[in-house]
């Protein structure tokens, strides 16, 4: 019996003890293609040599340092570099060890902003039902999943909630072509029932990723929220921790449609899984209020981790280098086209979606009314067991539709090969069809 407290405990896990490319290999010698590289982690391919180097360097010269005793080289320049990647004036980034820490930073930092401006009455925080944000309790609180919230209902809601932008359940007046104004306006509208000078932030996933598989806006949306943000003096945190560092094909999620965020927050792809790591980025104006005001209370032991800047920095030369970003685009579009083409003629494939090599699969009972399958029957679960039988490996979502619904979740890396594609398409089409 194994001591390990694990995250699955209905069923014996393989040991992993290798991985390369976009393949894991189990101690049976059992290969998978990890088309959802882990969690929509792996970016830039398992088994980068330059990757692995960078993180043996760094640790060979600092072990250890903590960040209010010192500053490293490779942090510094890891800033430097991706500031001017980020869909933010004058970015400063505030690493940490991952993206429920960066969640949390965010919140708090919105937070510290206000208090900055003597604007201390701004508390409220909005999120969206529907989203994810982390497991920690402000970044579930901030999320709206109902599943994960529940069993710790009591200690939660502080902060409020809009509509997700879900366009395949939309139901706002105007969908499709207009339903973005409709999404902005009850933004705006809690906004003044709120209270405007009570409001601190907006926070939202540019496309939303665990909890609706791979769901995008309407066009106008970003542009519109943010307007209704700006109007109101509440700062607008996009939370890219799955969109960001190209997974949609654009180096983040935002840059779809030109939004600029306050603050933002990046984990996952950052490091590619090779480091747990995470960030929080604020715009110029929202770090030199902060700093004037004497700086941020916040922290933790692992936050400003040079190891984990060499890999981060290691992981975003290698996307900038390779061209990964529009990789991430070409492939994406070539594999979601090729998906729509397998799966055209299933019964239970509603809805395929997403940006870039960020795609998701809705599975429905009724393709003509949209009605999900019930819980019970455990059609997203069936199909990953099928694709794990077939030798790929999908990631899933669940209980989106008053606790019904089946999501099924895609996301290589961006270095898959043609080959790869192919299988991805033969496989999740295999596994489907076996659920069916
Ligand atoms: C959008 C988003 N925010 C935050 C998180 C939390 O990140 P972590 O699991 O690294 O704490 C996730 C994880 O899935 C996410 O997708």
């Given at each position: 019996m194994t001591h390990v407290f694990g995250r699955v405990l209905n069923r014996e896990l393989p040991v992993a003890v290798k991985s390369e490319g976009a393949w894991i290999e189990d101690a049976d010698g059992k290969s998978y293609l990890d088309a959802a590289g882990g969690a929509i982690v792996v970016n830039i391919g398992h088994g980068d040599e330059?990757?692995?180097?960078?993180?043996?360097?760094?640790?060979?010269?600092?072990?250890?340092?903590?960040?209010?005793?010192?500053?490293?080289?490779?942090l510094e320049s890891y800033a430097d570099e991706l500031a001017p990647l980020l869909p933010m004036a004058d970015a400063h980034i505030y690493p940490v060890s991952g993206g429920s820490?960066?969640?949390?930073?965010?919140?708090?930092?919105?937070?510290?902003?206000?208090?900055?401006?003597?604007?201390?009455?701004?508390?409220?925080?909005?999120?969206?039902?529907?989203?994810?944000?982390?497991?920690?309790?402000?970044?579930?609180?901030?999320?709206?999943?109902?599943?994960?919230?529940?069993?710790?209902?009591?200690?939660?809601?502080?902060?409020?909630?809009?509509?997700?932008?879900?366009?395949?359940r939309c139901e706002m007046p105007g969908h499709p072509d207009a339903c973005m104004r409709a999404y902005a306006d009850e933004l705006e509208r809690i906004i003044l029932e709120t209270g405007p000078d009570t409001v601190a932030a907006f926070i939202a996933e540019p496309i939303v990723g665990a909890t609706?598989?791979?769901?995008?806006?309407?066009?106008?949306?970003?542009?519109?929220?943010?307007?209704?943000?700006?109007?109101?003096?509440?700062?607008?945190?996009?939370?890219e921790v799955m969109t960001g560092f190209g997974r949609t094909g654009?180096?983040?999620?935002?840059?779809?449609?030109?939004?600029?965020?306050d603050i933002l927050t990046a984990g996952k792809g950052a490091t590619s899984g090779y480091y747990p790591f995470g960030l929080c980025a604020a715009s110029g104006p929202v770090f030199e209020a902060v700093r004037?005001?004497?700086?941020?209370v916040n922290g933790f032991t692992w936050s400003h981790n040079a190891t984990g800047a060499a890999v981060a920095r290691a992981v975003l030369r290698r996307l900038k280098g390779d061209g990964l970003v529009e990789a991430s685009r070409l492939k994406g579009e070539r594999l979601m086209k090729e998906l729509a083409g397998a799966l055209a003629d299933s019964p239970i494939v509603g809805d395929i979606r997403g940006r870039g090599l960020m795609i998701g699969i809705e599975l429905v009972a009724d393709r003509a009314t949209k009605a999900p399958f019930a819980r019970g029957e455990q059609v997203a679960e069936r199909v990953l067991a099928a694709?794990?039988?077939?030798?790929?490996?999908?990631?899933?979502?669940?209980?989106?539709?008053g606790g019904d619904g089946d999501l099924v979740m895609l996301g290589p890396p961006f270095t898959i090969t043609d080959d790869d594609v192919d299988a991805i398409v033969e496989r999740t089409a295999a596994a489907i069809r076996a659920v069916v």
């Open positions: 330059a990757v692995v180097a960078a993180m043996a360097d760094q640790v060979s010269r600092t072990s250890y340092v903590h960040g209010t005793m010192f500053t490293t080289e490779v820490e960066a969640v949390e930073s965010a919140l708090k930092l919105a937070r510290a902003y206000h208090l900055a401006r003597g604007e201390a009455s701004r508390t409220a925080v909005i999120g969206r039902w529907q989203a994810y944000h982390g497991n920690t309790l402000a970044a579930l609180d901030a999320g709206g999943k109902e599943p994960l919230r529940k069993p710790y209902e009591p200690w939660l809601g502080r902060f409020l909630h809009v509509s997700a932008a879900y366009e395949y609706l598989a791979a769901a995008v806006p309407s066009d106008g949306y970003w542009p519109a929220v943010a307007e209704v943000c700006r109007r109101h003096g509440v700062l607008l945190i996009a939370d654009q180096w983040f999620g935002v840059d779809h449609w030109g939004a600029r965020p004037g005001a004497g700086g941020f694709g794990r039988e077939h030798g790929i490996l999908l990631y899933s979502s669940t209980g989106h539709v």
